[in-house]
């Protein structure tokens, strides 16, 4: 990663970002393309608008983004530290993942908050993402920006009737006296290894292994958190029918975000 100050604006040069890929594929609901290359969205209530200044030298401006806010929030969040020209060369070890990283290189994984994370992959199952999006717009508006737990403490199925998420309202809630009353503490559940993280997750109502496998990868950068949906099963069933290949060890989710795009566009 690079990047200059330009005014009240960032300039960041980084290769290996995609706008649409990383922000539109489903792995974060608060992000709306509001012009050509550019994208408004929110980690918890810190606002970002973002425009693709120059695709083919991967140059993007961060617009009214101070130095500090660049390096305190959203260096962490687009996970700029990663090096992910070395992960595809990695990946592209194995033929089918060559012909996804090739396709959708630009897709990063976000470090989401864990609790945003985990509330609205609860309000995702079996959901469409204009849907999910409507919910978590009200959720907001509700609050006057995204809540936490604690603010969360006390609401009912009922009293949520008015996010209109049918049997999702009692899960949120059942997660929320989870997470304040301790017995799934999140930053507890991001140092267990995966398989204890997914099952802590698992004791919350309505969180399935895909639910916990996306708020592991997505919101705790469990990298090796594996999310499996129809669109992964079909991939592992085409392409991997005895398992990953062992180019993906330690990163089987961020793989796992190039076969998804590939199969559902190309598969």
Request: glycine residues 8%; proline residues 3%; negative net charge.
């Amino acid at each position: 990663m690079d990047y200059t100050v330009s005014g009240r604006d960032i300039l960041l040069h980084q290769p290996d970002l995609d706008l649409d890929e990383t922000l539109d594929c489903g792995q974060a609901f608060r992000w709306v393309k509001t012009a050509e290359d550019t994208y408004e969205g929110y980690r918890l209530d810190s606002f970002l608008r973002i425009s693709a200044e120059d695709k083919a030298d991967g140059v993007f401006r961060l617009h009214d983004t101070t130095e500090r806010q660049l390096l305190d929030e959203w260096y962490d969040y687009l996970d700029l530290g990663t090096d992910y020209g070395e992960l595809k060369r990695r990946f592209s070890e194995d033929e089918t993942l060559a012909k996804a990283c090739a396709y959708a290189g630009g897709i990063r994984i976000l470090r989401q908050d864990k609790w945003e994370a985990l509330s609205s992959f609860i309000i995702s199952q079996n959901n469409n993402i204009p849907r999910i999006k409507g919910i978590i717009g009200r959720l907001v508006e509700h609050y006057g920006g995204y809540p936490s737990s604690q603010r969360l403490s006390g609401e009912t199925a009922e009293s949520l009737g008015f996010l209109r998420s049918g049997f999702r309202a009692k899960y949120l809630v059942d997660a929320v006296e989870k997470v304040n009353g301790g017995q799934t503490e999140l930053e507890r559940v991001a140092r267990l290894p995966l398989a204890e993280a997914q099952r802590a997750l698992m004791t919350i109502k309505g969180v399935g292994p895909k639910v916990a496998m996306c708020t592991l990868l997505f919101g705790m950068h469990k990298t090796d958190a594996f999310p499996v949906d129809v669109w992964m099963k079909r991939a592992l069933e085409r392409w991997y029918p005895n398992g990953l290949p062992e180019c993906v060890s330690g990163y089987e989710g961020t793989a796992q975000q190039y076969l998804f795009h590939y199969i559902r566009n190309c598969g």
